[in-house]
């Protein structure tokens, strides 16, 4: 999820659209994601596997649905990708000219990040979730102390009129439009689905896993959107105006209450993208991993390393996408977050958003089928998060979008008629692949000893190639 990412672009984002009511849509866009979280947990435990969405979606409404699942899925993730190569280049190149008086172009600084993305997620997924994991915390535990000194010294800016819709200029549509940026913030709460082959006992871990992480992150958000709302004195006219006209307002946050928490404030930021990077990379690899497995996507990329277990060519083919797509939108629309990091994201979020309101679907006609189904985890949960995520969509992919987020509908439309022709040619040559759509799930747990092996199925051996392998953590 990346949340101090999300909490420095994101934020000031919604501002001008919520008001002081910041924290009022961001916990709408927390209850929102938990009800998604409900239908991730509710299959991570019936159907563990690195496939995530597209396996819980091909098990719920067919094989259809999982094709088009993973068509959206893959490009909604790997696509982001490319946005955070840039934006990485970008801050860092900005953090080393201010501090350090020294230039070097942002495509080396991305180059070097990417570099280094790529020798971690082929050597082990347990160095990278390592290395992300103590990122995360150093970053969060710096923007915690900013927001508590922010709080602190804020004054009069201190009120609980911030969770009331009064609080925004735009009344009901402003913290609905709030809740665009929020939603945009929890993407990326499901990674930990992907990692059901490569963990042990999935369907207890991965379940924790999902709803710790969304769980915290969201305390997390809440508090920070608090202490910037706060800490900035958006209840305050003067105030808003000068927030709206503020490049960086954490910056001017941290000026105002701890300077000399400034340093760390950027490194943290800095640290923020790259570990939004790294997990971006690791779960679209896994996607592709799945399908290519599958024979959805050429088989080759549904094969693993002898040696460390890691899908090694689907690593490799996500690697070459981030550098081709980042270099050129990045020098197209320019490699700041405003720019290639916007659009991307743009087009992320439509295509998962989608997804995530299939999977609900999927949800219920799955889980109806099942003797002990709950009414409210398996029905009404699911419903409310459809119509959770309908407005949301709506407003991003809303025709009258200015240059380039006019475009963002074209391309989604333009990748799913693609897929409709890959399917139907899939369909009629070859139906034994649409037939397989999402039938591996990890059998872990019914096979302790396969589990711990330390035999990797390579395609050529086994008909079906697995992540699992020595050191599974």
């Not at 990122?135 to 009069?156: D, K, Q, R, Y």
């Not at 991993?289 to 088989?299: E, H, I, Q, T, W």
């Not at 991003?396 to 380039?404: D, L, S, V």
Request: hydrophobic residues 50%; glycine residues 10%.
């Amino acid at each position: 999820m990346a949340p101090v990412l999300a909490v420095v672009l994101n934020a000031p984002a919604a501002v001008p659209v919520t008001g002081a009511a910041l924290p009022l849509s961001f916990l709408i866009a927390f209850l929102a994601a938990a009800l998604v979280g409900n239908t991730v947990v509710q299959f991570a435990r019936e159907l563990p596997s690195a496939g995530s969405f597209y396996t819980f979606n091909s098990r719920g409404l067919g094989p259809a649905a999982g094709f088009f699942t993973g068509w959206l899925f893959w490009i909604g993730y790997a696509v982001l990708a490319p946005g955070v190569f840039t934006s990485f280049g970008a801050f860092v190149h900005d953090y080393l000219l201010s501090t350090f008086r020294i230039d070097v172009a942002w495509w080396w600084l991305s180059g070097a990040a990417m570099t280094v993305v790529f020798g971690l997620s082929l050597r082990s997924i347990k160095a990278s979730a390592n290395l992300d994991l103590t990122m995360l915390v150093i970053e969060v535990l710096i923007f915690l102390l900013l927001s508590l000194l922010a709080i602190a010294t804020a004054g009069s800016g201190n009120t609980t009129a911030v969770f009331f819709v009064s609080s925004s200029p735009h009344g009901f549509t402003g913290v609905g439009l709030g809740v665009v940026f929020g939603l945009l913030s929890f993407i990326g709460f499901d990674a930990a689905a992907t990692l059901g082959e490569e963990t042990r006992n999935p369907r207890r871990s991965i379940p924790l896993a999902v709803m710790a992480a969304l769980a915290a992150v969201g305390v997390f958000y809440e508090v920070m959107m608090y202490a910037l709302t706060a800490g900035y004195r958006l209840n305050d006219p003067l105030h808003m105006q000068q927030f709206l006209h503020d490049e960086n307002p954490f910056i001017t946050l941290g000026q105002q209450a701890a300077p000399w928490l400034l340093q760390p404030i950027e490194l943290a930021a800095i640290g923020g993208i790259f570990s939004c990077f790294l997990a971006l990379h690791t779960t679209t690899v896994r996607v592709m991993f799945s399908m290519g497995r599958d024979r959805v996507l050429p088989a080759s990329l549904g094969r693993v390393h002898a040696r460390w277990y890691s899908p090694y060519r689907a690593i490799i083919v996500q690697t070459c996408f981030t550098v081709a797509v980042g270099l050129g939108v990045g020098l197209w629309l320019g490699p700041e977050p405003t720019g290639t990091y916007a659009f991307t994201g743009a087009i992320g979020t439509v295509a998962i958003v989608i997804v995530y309101m299939l999977s609900n679907i999927a949800h219920i006609r799955y889980f109806w089928r099942v003797p002990k189904r709950s009414i409210l985890a398996h029905v009404i949960a699911p419903a409310l998060s459809v119509l959770s995520l309908a407005y949301p969509l709506y407003s991003i992919a809303a025709p009258g979008q200015i240059f380039p987020y006019n475009l963002v509908p074209v391309v989604v439309l333009c990748w799913g008629a693609a897929g409709t022709v890959l399917y139907y040619y899939y369909r009629a040559k070859a139906p034994a692949k649409i037939a397989a759509i999402g039938s591996f799930v990890s059998d872990a747990e019914s096979n302790p000893q396969r589990a711990d092996s330390g035999v990797a199925q390579i395609a050529g051996k086994t008909s079906a190639p697995s992540l699992e392998g020595r050191g599974r953590k």
